[in-house]
């Protein structure tokens, strides 16, 4: 075997999320009269929250902001966003994703979460898999956000392997930069594998049971 575990960002690879994190900072956004589209949202993707809200406040006009109002954007957000997760269930984690879940446990390999996320252990227990990977490696024990491979590394940590020994999978260009700057290899989905940001890109999280066997 190539590897002994994989390390899974959840928003964008376990379920998609992404599209909740757009809505969300979109009527943010519209209500501050800051321009924010789909170009701007792929920066996103893998950033905390507070980067996420600098990055959207690139393009904000207005009076200054105080760090409080900072915070008040991103709750206002975040409370948004939580909005939409209460109505995620099972139904959310798509067959495909859990079959190779399964058929990767099975072949022996450890499974993690490595995610920027702090609503992780909330979105795991809304699709079903709240207690049911090795390790949860999330946006609440880090300090730095991808592209700084934190969250890798306390995954691969919490796990007990040697970076070399784990696979990153990720749909973020930023997320498979903090892999491999954690010295792991990435294989890609979605908007990472468009840009060719992985050692693999894939058209689906399938071909990992491949990928794994080297
Ligand atoms: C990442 C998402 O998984 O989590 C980002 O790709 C998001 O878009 C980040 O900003 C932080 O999420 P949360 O749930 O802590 O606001
Ligand atoms: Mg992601």
């Not at 690879?13 to 956004?29: F, G, L, N, P, R």
Request: negative net charge; hydrophobic residues 40%; glycine residues 10%.
């Amino acid at each position: 075997m190539e590897f002994d575990a994989v390390i899974f960002d959840l928003d964008g690879v376990i379920c998609s999320t992404d599209e909740y994190h757009y809505k969300a900072w979109k009527a943010m956004a519209d209500g501050m009269g800051i321009p924010f589209d789909r170009t701007i949202n792929n920066r996103l993707r893998g950033v905390s929250r507070m980067a996420s809200l600098e990055i959207i406040l690139e393009k904000y006009e207005g009076p200054a902001l105080s760090d409080g109002d900072k915070q008040r954007l991103a709750e206002q957000k975040n409370d948004l966003y939580r909005e939409s997760l209460h109505e995620m269930s099972t139904a959310d984690l798509p067959a495909e994703v859990k079959e190779t879940l399964d058929a990767l446990r099975a072949m022996g390999l450890k499974l993690a979460i490595g995610s920027s996320s702090k609503n992780t252990p909330f979105i795991l227990g809304q699709i079903g898999l709240g207690g049911w990977f090795d390790a949860v490696s999330d946006g609440n024990n880090i300090t730095r956000s991808k592209p700084d491979p934190e969250v890798f590394v306390k995954a691969a940590e919490m796990l007990g392997m040697p970076a070399d020994r784990c696979l990153v999978v990720e749909d973020a260009v930023s997320g498979a930069e903090a892999g491999h700057r954690g010295g792991m290899k990435v294989a890609c989905v979605g908007d990472a594998a468009k840009n060719g940001a992985g050692d693999w890109n894939m058209e689906s999280v399938r071909e990992l049971t491949d990928i794994v066997k080297g």
